[in-house]
C-alpha cells in the first residue's frame, strides 16, 4: 500500500510539473497541443530534473572513495573545469570555468573528484557568488586543508538575453578559505599559481 502511495505522489508530481509548462507555454500565447509542443513539458520535465540533479547528492556521496593520505605538503591546482548552472533568479543558465586550489593537510582529493565536487553545486538553483564559496568550503570540509582558494569565471544569460542585454561580458568570483594563515612565502606561491 505504501508503495502504490509514493507511485502516486510521484505521477501527481509529474503531472503537475508539466501542467505547470502547459501553463506557462499559454501564458505567451503558444498553443500547447500544436505539433511541435506536444512533448514539450515532458521534454523540460526530464530536462529541468537533469540540471538540477546536484539537489540529490552530497559533496561526500559525490566523492565516495576518493579522498586519500596526503604525500606532500604542496598546492595542487586544478584549473578550467567547465560547469553549466541556472540562475536561481531567472531560471537562466550561467556557465563558465572553475579554477580550484588547496593547500594539503593530511589529505588530498583525487583530482577528478574535485570536478565532481563542482557538479554537486552547479546543479542546483544557484548565484554565482554562492556557488564559489560552496565549492571552498565544501573542499576544506571533505580534506581539512590549510587553504583553499576558488574562482569562478562565467557568462549569464540573465544579463545577456535580457534587461541590460550585454552579450560576451563576463563575472569573475573568488572565495578563499585559511590563505591568510600560510607564512608571507607559501602564501606568495599559492596566489601566484591561482593566477597563473
Known amino acids: 500500500m505504501q508503495t502504490e502511495t509514493t507511485t502516486w505522489n510521484f505521477s501527481a508530481a509529474q503531472n503537475s510539473f508539466e501542467r505547470m509548462c502547459s501553463q ?3 501564458e505567451i500565447g503558444e498553443d500547447p497541443t500544436r505539433e511541435g509542443l506536444v512533448r514539450t513539458p515532458h521534454r523540460f ?4 530534473h537533469e540540471l538540477t540533479r546536484g539537489y540529490s547528492m552530497t559533496a561526500r556521496e559525490a566523492v565516495g572513495e576518493g579522498i586519500f593520505e596526503s604525500e606532500s ?8 573545469i567547465e560547469f553549466f ?3 536561481e533568479h531567472h531560471l537562466l543558465p550561467f556557465w563558465g570555468k572553475v579554477t580550484i586550489g588547496y593547500v594539503p593537510e593530511d589529505k588530498i582529493l583525487g ?4 570536478a565532481r565536487v563542482v557538479e554537486v553545486f552547479a546543479r542546483r538553483l544557484q548565484v554565482q557568488e554562492r556557488l564559489t564559496k560552496e565549492i571552498a568550503e565544501s573542499i576544506s570540509e571533505l580534506v581539512g586543508a590549510r587553504a583553499v582558494s576558488v574562482i569562478v569565471e562565467a557568462s549569464h544569460m540573465c544579463m545577456a538575453m535580457r534587461g541590460v542585454s550585454k552579450p560576451g561580458s563576463m563575472t569573475r568570483t573568488e572565495f578563499n578559505l585559511g590563505v591568510e ?3 608571507e612565502l607559501d602564501r606568495s606561491r599559492f596566489m601566484k599559481g591561482m593566477d597563473s
Request: glycine share 4%.
Open 85 to 87: 548552472s541556472l540562475c
Open 181 to 183: 594563515n600560510l607564512n
Open 73 to 80: 605538503s604542496g598546492p595542487v591546482f586544478v584549473k578550467e
Open 111 to 114: 583530482l577528478s573528484k574535485l
Open 45 to 48: 520535465r526530464k530536462a529541468f
Open 24 to 26: 506557462a507555454l499559454m
